[in-house]
């Protein structure tokens, strides 16, 4: 479940302000391993452990892949948990999805998140550097197709890592921002880059404007697509029990068989299609 805007409750001001950028997968440092079995996908299982340093949930397929990686950021005060539908859906359809709590902004909706961003697009970075090598790897995950993705502030970190020269990771393939916006970097400017883009965000959001997303939809992305929720809040449109969810998990999920899945004609075709379901509406350029 999400919570709504408390998840990021200073999102347009963060926006607007100035920012600088700043062994194998057994489960020996663990916290909390549950199996779980998705009627409609794959099984997966969700565990909880330490990686580069931050609590992370981790949900994954059974099956041993590889996968395509997904790192999925939260919003300000909402922790990865409550997202859990979400990421155990993307799981069911054949990604890991790992959820780092960033320092600062998991428990923080205010000023602290503020003073924290500069630092998550560096803590991006180190988090794939630890799911795709060394003694933390998950051998699930494929390193040669990974996208980053994010909710609110996790959204305008996900941007800055894809499209911003001040914080770019060249190992990125594909980006979702969901109720985000191009966020200020001191020293870095946005390129449109090389990576295709989707935006998803409600059209009556009062945390961050929608006008913000489409801003991002003209500015970024080699090519860039817009689901408008219709009547949408900032973000509970992520919950199972919304009516529109359907339509908001399918469009993030044929957007990701698009670009790192195995069938990217398909894809577009199934995108193109989510998009046109009651409650929401997609645009496109490039």
């Known amino acids: 479940m999400v919570r709504r805007a408390a998840a990021i409750v200073g999102a347009f001001l963060l926006a607007l302000a100035p920012m600088a950028c700043g062994g194998d997968d057994a489960d020996d440092d663990a916290v909390r391993v549950e199996p779980v079995v998705e009627d409609a996908g794959l099984p997966i299982r969700t565990e909880e452990r330490a990686v580069a340093g931050l609590r992370t949930v981790i949900v994954r397929p059974r099956d041993a892949g590889p996968w395509p990686l997904v790192v999925w950021l939260h919003g300000a005060g909402a922790p990865p948990?409550?997202?859990?539908d979400l990421l155990g859906d993307l799981a069911a359809a054949g990604n890991v999805v790992v959820?780092?709590?960033?320092?600062?902004?998991v428990d923080n909706s205010g000023m602290e998140a503020l003073l924290a961003l500069p630092f998550q697009p560096g803590r991006v970075r180190q988090v794939i550097d630890a799911v795709t090598t060394g003694p933390q790897a998950i051998h699930a995950a494929d390193p040669g197709h990974i996208v980053v993705a994010g909710h609110s502030?996790?959204?305008m970190t996900a941007l800055a890592v894809a499209f911003n020269r001040c914080c770019i990771d060249s190992r990125v393939d594909a980006v979702v921002a969901v109720a985000g916006a191009l966020a200020t970097f001191p020293g870095g400017i946005y390129n449109t880059g090389t990576l295709p883009l989707l935006l998803v965000h409600g059209e009556d959001d009062d945390v961050v404007p929608y006008a913000r997303s489409g801003q991002a939809l003209q500015e970024v992305g080699t090519s860039a697509y817009l689901l408008t929720v219709e009547r949408g809040d900032h973000g509970g449109y992520l919950s199972a029990d919304a009516d529109v969810y359907p339509a908001v998990r399918d469009s993030i999920l044929a957007f990701l068989h698009a670009t790192v899945g195995a069938s990217p004609q398909a894809g577009v075709a199934d995108l193109i299609t989510a998009g046109r379901r009651p409650g929401v509406s997609l645009t496109r350029r490039g």
């Open 153 to 155: 502030l996790g959204a």
């Open 81 to 84: 948990e409550f997202y859990e």
């Open 99 to 105: 959820a780092p709590a960033m320092p600062g902004t």
